[in-house]
Each structure stands twice: as structure tokens, then as C-alpha cells.
């Protein structure tokens, strides 16, 4: 999991500076990342897009070990 938190360090400052977060809630036994926005990205019109083009991306070029990333809705869990 610390392999995924370092990977989105630099990620995490752009957003941060918009008022969002990224939490890495798990990663499975099968290698997924549950990855969570948090703050102003819960509402934000791209975070399909910040979390396709940066965060998957991201993670998915940083460790070939996850197989995918999913965003994780703790409203929903």
C-alpha cells in the first residue's frame, strides 16, 4: 500500500491545491487499488477525468503488480 501512497505523491499536491485528496482505501488480494477522492473531488465535474488520466494512470505505470484501479465511494460502502 506504501508503494501506491508514494506513487501519488505528486499527484496528491495538485489536487490538494484545488481542495480535493486522494486516500488509497486497499488494494486487493487480486492486485486492484481502491483508491478514494476526497474534499471539493467528490463534486468536482473532472474527476472522471483526474482519476482516469492521473491516478490510474499513474499507479498503473508506477507498479506493473496492479493489475487496475477502481475509485472507491465510502458512501456506498
Known sequence: MQQVNNSLTNIKKFVEQDGGDLEVVDITDDFVAKIELKGACTGCSMNNMTFKVGVEETILKSIP?????????FELH
Open 65 to 73: 503488480e496492479i493489475k487496475a484501479v477502481e475509485a472507491y465511494n
